[in-house]
């Protein structure tokens, strides 16, 4: 019996989930599926250009395994516009971080927030309303 597979860190669901040749009818395509896990692998490590080790960390998978999800994520979508296939993205194992984090430009205070609680308006600390959005917590990240 296989290992169950380790869940995936991602950083956010895709904005699209379906891409297809233009002027090809949908029902006279062939259909390429790549999953939310392999599309974050590409767009970290293809899109983002981090390194192998980065890219990786954050997934939250080794440095082989990321080497496999990379490979079979690239043939997928060189396979697709080779060959003029939709390709559909959706399922994976994957997990969805469970807060934002946010740094404040006037005095650097960084925190985190829940998802589902609105963009905050000022900083917790000294009120401007100058912040901005991290991808990763900073290592001073406070509570």
Not at 79 to 107: Q, V, W
């Amino acid at each position: 019996m296989p290992r169950p597979r380790k869940h995936r860190f991602v950083s956010e669901e895709p904005r699209a989930t379906y891409y297809k040749p233009r002027g090809i009818p949908l029902a006279a395509l062939e259909e390429v599926v790549i999953t939310i896990d392999e599309l974050e692998a590409l767009r970290l490590a293809d899109h983002k250009r981090l390194t192998q080790e980065e890219t990786a960390k954050r997934l939250g998978v080794s440095q082989p395994t990321l080497h496999r999800i990379l490979r079979t994520a690239r043939s997928k979508v060189a396979d697709a516009l080779a060959n003029g296939k939709s390709i559909r993205i959706e399922g994976g194992t994957y997990e969805l971080p469970s807060k934002r984090f946010f740094e404040c430009f006037r005095c650097q205070h960084h925190w985190d927030e829940p998802f589902g609680t609105g963009r905050p308006q000022h900083c917790p600390q000294c009120q401007s309303p100058n912040l901005h959005r991290l991808a990763h917590p900073k290592n001073d990240t406070t509570p």
